[in-house]
């Protein structure tokens, strides 16, 4: 499940930021961050797994193709099992950042997707069958 911006509505730079928690986090579930994104498997995914405090940044290109990883850590920022945590995804220019609990955490640099839609969600990683409940608060969307 995720929530997108509409259709046509496009953001060049932004700072995407929630309050997000698991519920019942399993070592593969996480919350998802897109910025860019031209369609449903297209621009820039920041994903936090709670259990293992990774923070993962990669690059959909579509269709079928393996997302292309750009940065990745483990990070104490993230705070374990369902407690919330407030996450950004930064994309200014050609930089993309992750900060989590007011901590940079990764940083990558990629120019293909210049600008595109938002969009919010959470999962759980492929080879996993489960279903992942997540909360949401105090959505935010601002200018770096």
């Known amino acids: 499940m995720s929530v997108f911006t509409p259709a046509g509505v496009s953001y060049a730079e932004a700072v995407l930021s929630i309050d ?25 995914l920041l994903k936090v797994m709670p259990e293992s405090g990774e923070v993962v940044i990669q690059r959909l290109d579509g269709g079928s ?30 930089s993309i950042t992750a900060r989590i609990n007011d901590t940079d955490v990764a940083t990558a640099v990629d120019g293909a997707y210049p600008s595109g839609g938002l969009r919010i969600g959470a999962g759980s990683n492929p080879g996993a069958i489960q279903t992942v409940e997540a909360h949401f608060r105090n959505l935010l969307v601002t200018r770096p």
């Open 20 to 44: 997000a928690r698991i519920i019942a986090p399993a070592p593969n579930s996480y919350v998802a961050l897109i910025c860019r994104e031209q369609d449903a498997r297209t621009g820039y």
């Open 65 to 94: 193709s393996a997302p292309t990883p750009l940065a990745n850590a483990v990070s104490a920022a993230v705070k374990p099992g369902n407690q919330s945590n407030h996450i950004e995804l930064r994309c200014a220019g050609s």
